[in-house]
């Protein structure tokens, strides 16, 4: 049971350059998180998907995408990166979603840098 | 829109020192706490949560937090640290104005000196 995985750990892009973020669960939960992790900042929601099929804007969108594959995963696009977005991105996911009680697990992280 | 605030940015102590961070938030109906900690390179894990029931709650590795709702606030203790608990903590609210997504403080970055 590995829990929440995310590819790659590490990335270095150029100004400009896209790339996408994958995101992968093996606990069966229902909903997916995306964030970002900055300096001073703690963690800041960029995109959420509820269920599968749904996705939801957090705090922070501007400058990404997201796709709900399917229940498992979820992927964090750049389509033209810019040094803002220099940040440690973690995934998350939990069993329901939108409950009160719901507990966040969250993966690894993907340590990227813009230049 | 509920808000969390974590005053104490960075902290540093001494083994066998005692702790507390403070947690407050602006949500003024029912809330569901949590406090989260980052241990160096490793991913955010969850240490203890409240959601109803007795106010003081007990968490891994011997942490402790204390609901006091009339402050709406929910500080992290524990009696003695170790250097292991080096790390970043950070304090999170799940409110219905929120949709239940949890709204993270800022971090709180410990330090403990062997």
């Known amino acids: 049971n590995a829990g929440v995985t995310q590819t790659p750990k590490f990335q270095v892009l150029k100004t400009g350059q896209s790339m996408t973020l994958q995101c992968a669960q093996d606990?069966?939960?229902?909903?997916m998180y995306w964030y970002r992790q900055d300096p001073g900042m703690g963690l800041r929601l960029i995109y959420y998907s509820a269920s599968e099929g749904t996705t939801d804007k957090g705090e922070v969108p501007n400058g990404y995408n997201v796709s709900r594959l399917n229940k498992r995963e979820f992927s964090l696009r750049l389509e033209s990166a810019a040094p803002s977005q220099t940040s440690v991105y973690f995934c998350?996911?939990?069993?329901?979603?939108?409950?009160?009680?719901?507990?966040?697990?969250f993966g690894p992280g993907t340590r990227l840098t813009v230049l | 829109a509920q808000s969390v605030s974590q005053h104490n940015h960075h902290v540093i102590l001494s083994e066998a020192a005692s702790l507390e961070l403070g947690c407050n938030y602006s949500y003024g109906g029912t809330v569901n706490l949590f406090w989260y900690v980052q241990y160096p390179g490793q991913h955010l894990q969850l240490l203890l949560k409240?959601?109803?029931?007795?106010?003081l709650v007990k968490g891994i590795k011997g942490f402790e937090a204390e609901f006091i709702k009339s402050k709406f606030s929910f500080n992290l203790r524990k009696p003695s640290v170790q250097w292991s608990d080096t790390a970043e903590y950070f304090c999170?609210?799940?409110?219905?104005?929120?949709?239940?997504?949890?709204?993270f403080g800022r971090g709180t970055s410990l330090i403990v000196h062997p």
């Open positions: 606990m069966n939960h229902n909903s």
């Open positions: 998350a996911s939990s069993e329901t979603g939108g409950h009160r009680t719901d507990t966040q697990y």
């Open positions: 999170a609210v799940n409110a219905p104005g929120g949709s239940y997504i949890p709204t």
């Open positions: 409240y959601f109803s029931g007795d106010p």
